[in-house]
Nanobody
């Protein structure tokens, strides 16, 4: 499956952005989707994940109450809505796809669960 992420940019602290990830090449509903971020010098970390149906989500503690993950299976698209952005959110954001296994969404917390990755989109939050 090929993934194309977009929607990053420069925003002031307290602002909002919506990232989009369009998938192609395979049946979208066979995949759990995730968003990860990676800041310079740091490891890639989960931001949020969503089950193939969209009924289950997993949000990282640092993102709870601020970020929302959703998907539109008719459009093969996953979204990450980010509100109340902070300078600490500055990173490259990647979308990723993991083939569904029937496991709990909590299984998909780690980057090594995902076989397919988009190219990343830069998010910069100024203070």
């Amino acid at each position: 499956v090929q993934l194309q992420a977009s929607g990053g940019g420069l925003v002031q602290a307290g602002g909002s952005l919506r990232l989009s990830c369009v998938a192609s090449g395979r049946t979208f509903t066979n995949y759990v989707m995730g968003w990860f971020h990676q800041a310079p010098g740091k490891e890639r970390e989960l931001v949020a994940a969503i089950s193939e149906s969209g009924r289950s989500t997993l949000i990282a503690d640092s993102s709870k109450g601020r970020f929302t993950i959703s998907r539109d299976n008719a459009k093969n698209t996953t979204y990450l809505r980010m509100n109340f952005l902070e300078p600490e959110d500055t990173a490259v954001y990647y979308c990723a796809a993991a083939r569904r296994t029937g496991r709990s969404i909590n299984y998909y917390h780690s980057s090594d669960r995902y076989a397919y990755w988009g190219q990343g989109t830069q998010v910069t939050v100024s203070s």
